[in-house]
C-alpha cells in the first residue's frame, strides 16, 4: 500500500523559474493537504482540497496554485519561484476534516537559489 | 486565526525519566486534539489524539490531557527511551475543521 506519494524528494530552483510538485494517494480519501515547513518551524497549511474539483486558500497561498481533478491527485505548483519558497513541502491527505489522522508524504526538499 | 503555543520549545530528560509538553489553543471551536512526532528528516506521524468530550486517553507510554476550559491540552511520555528523541507537535483544530500546528517541541533522550 503506496498510501501518499509525492515526487520530486529533491529540487533546486532559480528565481524565477517555475515547476510542480507531484501528489498522489491510494486511499480514496477526499481531504488533500499541501503543507510547508520552515527549517526548525511547525507546518503551515498552504491550499488543501474537500474533493475533486474543491481546493481553498490555507495559512499560506501566495506563490502557489493548486488543482484537483480527480480524487487521487494533488499537484503543487509553484510560479516565479522565489527564495522565500525554500521549504520542505508535505503532501497529506485524510479520510475526514478535523476529525482523525492525517497521511503525510515523505517530503519534498526545494530550495531556490 | 487559531494562536497555538507550545512549551517548552526544547525538552532535555534523562531515560526513564518522565516529558510533558503543553500546548495552548485560543479557538473554542476546537474539538479535536492530536500531537504528531516527527523524527529527523521524516514526515509527521499521529502517536496520539482526543476529542473534546474526552478529559484523557492514555496509550501504553504515552497519555494526552485535556482542559478545555483552560484551552490547552498535554502530552505525557513516561520511562522515555532514546528513540523518543524527536520533534513533537500539537495540532488543534480550528473552526473550519483543518489542523493548526504549533511550532513544535524538539525533545532530546540522553542515556
Known amino acids: 500500500n503506496a498510501g501518499v506519494t509525492q515526487t520530486p524528494k529533491f529540487r533546486i530552483l532559480k528565481i524565477g523559474q517555475s515547476m510542480t510538485l507531484q501528489c498522489a494517494q491510494d486511499m480514496n480519501h477526499n481531504y488533500m493537504y499541501w503543507y ?78 | 486565526g487559531e494562536n497555538v503555543e507550545q512549551h517548552p520549545s526544547t525538552l532535555s530528560v534523562q531515560e526513564g525519566d518522565s516529558a510533558v509538553i503543553k500546548c495552548t489553543y485560543s479557538d473554542s471551536a476546537s474539538n479535536y486534539f492530536p500531537w504528531y512526532k516527527q523524527e ?29 476550559t483552560a484551552k490547552h491540552f498535554s502530552l505525557h511520555i513516561t520511562e522515555t527511551q532514546p528513540e523518543d528523541s524527536a520533534v513533537y507537535f500539537c495540532a488543534p483544530t480550528d473552526s473550519w475543521g483543518k489542523l493548526q500546528f504549533g511550532a513544535g517541541t524538539q525533545v532530546v533522550v540522553t542515556p
Open chain 2, 40 to 68: 529527523l528528516g521524516k514526515r509527521p506521524q499521529l502517536i496520539i489524539d482526543i476529542r473534546s468530550n474526552v478529559g484523557e486517553k492514555k496509550d501504553q507510554r504515552i497519555a494526552v490531557t485535556l482542559n478545555k
Open chain 1, 36 to 113: 510547508r515547513q520552515d527549517p526548525g518551524m511547525g507546518l503551515k497549511l498552504i491550499y488543501y482540497s474537500v474533493g475533486a474539483g474543491i481546493t481553498d486558500k490555507g495559512e499560506v497561498p501566495n506563490g502557489y496554485n493548486v488543482s484537483r481533478s480527480t480524487t487521487e491527485d494533488f499537484p503543487l505548483r509553484l510560479e516565479l519561484a522565489a527564495p522565500s519558497q525554500t521549504s520542505v513541502y508535505f503532501c497529506a491527505s485524510s479520510p475526514l476534516l478535523g476529525a482523525g489522522e492525517l497521511f503525510f508524504g515523505e517530503g519534498s526538499r526545494l530550495t531556490v537559489l
